[in-house]
């Protein structure tokens, strides 16, 4: 069975640096897109960053543009997010997910919606103080 097992989430303050990790076991780990997802309380789950399949292309949410980068190992079947300048609003579950390269000629993470990924992780919580 497909797992996807964040880490690293925390309290930190705000300014303050996080590194979110994401393993991926029984996964063909070259051949999915990968993601991060966000959901604050009452909120709905949005999209934070993706990474294409080989690593060549990058998509940020504008509200994390130039604070947050996402990065991946896929050799160790990890995908990373570096989260810097931290503020109160980033302040929410943090999900890996992973869509299946075939879905899409060619991976834009900004303009793929939630349902066209194929796993998720449990999540790791976020919480920035003010």
């Known amino acids: 069975q497909v797992q996807l097992v964040e880490s690293g989430g925390g309290l930190v303050q705000a300014g303050g640096s996080l590194t979110l990790v994401c393993a991926a076991s029984r996964l063909s780990f070259n051949q999915y897109n990968m993601a991060w997802f966000r959901q604050a309380p009452g909120k709905e789950r949005e999209f934070a960053a993706g990474i294409g399949w080989s690593g060549g292309g990058t998509y940020y949410a504008d509200s994390v543009k130039g604070r947050f980068t996402i990065s991946r190992d896929n050799i160790k079947n990890i995908v990373y997010l570096q989260m810097n300048s931290l503020k109160p609003e980033d302040t929410a579950v943090y999900y890996c997910?992973?869509?299946?390269?075939?879905?899409?000629?060619?991976?834009?993470?900004?303009?793929?919606?939630?349902?066209?990924?194929?796993?998720w992780g449990q999540g790791t919580q976020v919480t920035v103080s003010s």
């Open positions: 997910a992973a869509s299946f390269r075939g879905r899409t000629t060619y991976y834009i993470g900004t303009e793929m919606t939630a349902d066209e990924y194929d796993y």
